[in-house]
């Protein structure tokens, strides 16, 4: 595992996943600057639409679907467009970009350099193991060696805010394994758990024979210009757009 840097500018721009070599694709994710990017209402439309203008790329290239939460991973291409459920999109074409909406969840950008294959995925508690489906598609449907393809876990809610409660905790550490949860001890003295998505991505990973990953280290909840829904609340929370595709 290796960490990266989300950079910012101050033209107006999404932050920029670093890159470790020319070949590799562009990755994106939008800030608080930006506005919401929810999918689905008339303003959130509109900041998509002025912020893939300010980059230069055209709508027609941009892949997205309707998010449920769920372990889908679809290659993108006509049906795509239309409002499908799923939350992770393989590339079907060098020319598209792929996003998914994130706030808290964890955005996970992966890519095969030599044959210009790249995947985004929605991936929060609920969802957590749509990696290990993505990889298999690369896989499966590619024939790409899992030990060429390269992991990046974007920003999320980390472990030092994500408290669940014993239920979810005890469920999500019998799947995911003993690091996928931390405990720390209130001002009462009472044991309180929090999910590590890290972790448990990281498990995933490795078990699958994934040897590039890299990780930026930044908290949605601890992130003043991030969106996050435990830290803004239910009804103010800002979808942040994340975006992998070869833009120039």
């Not at 303003?43 to 300010?54: D, G, H, I, M, P």
């Not at 890519?111 to 489906?133: D, M, P």
């Amino acid at each position: 595992m290796s960490k990266i840097q989300l950079t910012r500018n101050n033209n107006g721009l999404p932050g920029r996943l670093e890159k470790q070599h020319p070949a590799e694709p562009d990755m994106f994710l939008s800030l608080l600057p930006q506005g919401d990017m929810s999918p689905g209402n008339s303003r959130s439309t509109e900041n998509r639409q002025k912020l893939f203008s300010a980059m230069g790329v055209s709508p027609r290239r941009i892949y997205s679907l309707r998010q449920v939460h769920s372990r889908t991973v679809l290659v993108s291409g006509k049906k795509t467009r239309h409002g499908i459920e799923g939350d992770g999109l393989v590339n079907g074409d060098a020319d598209h970009i792929l996003t998914v909406s994130v706030a808290d969840c964890m955005p996970i950008y992966l890519f095969h350099r030599e044959a210009g294959r790249f995947a985004l995925l929605h991936s929060g508690w609920k969802g957590t193991g749509i990696v290990a489906e993505a990889v298999k598609l690369f896989q499966g449907s590619f024939g790409l060696a899992l030990s060429e393809l390269t992991a990046v876990l974007g920003p999320s809610i980390r472990s030092c805010c994500y408290r669940v409660d014993d239920q979810r905790a005890e469920f999500f550490q019998q799947r995911w394994g003993e690091g996928s949860v931390k405990s720390r001890t209130d001002s009462s003295g009472r044991r309180i758990f929090f999910i590590d998505l890290v972790e448990a991505n990281l498990g995933i990973l490795k078990d699958l024979g994934v040897a590039d990953i890299r990780v930026v280290e930044e908290c949605t909840a601890c992130g003043a210009d991030l969106g996050s829904f435990r830290r803004e609340g239910p009804g103010e929370f800002t979808h942040m757009l994340a975006m992998i595709g070869f833009f120039n």
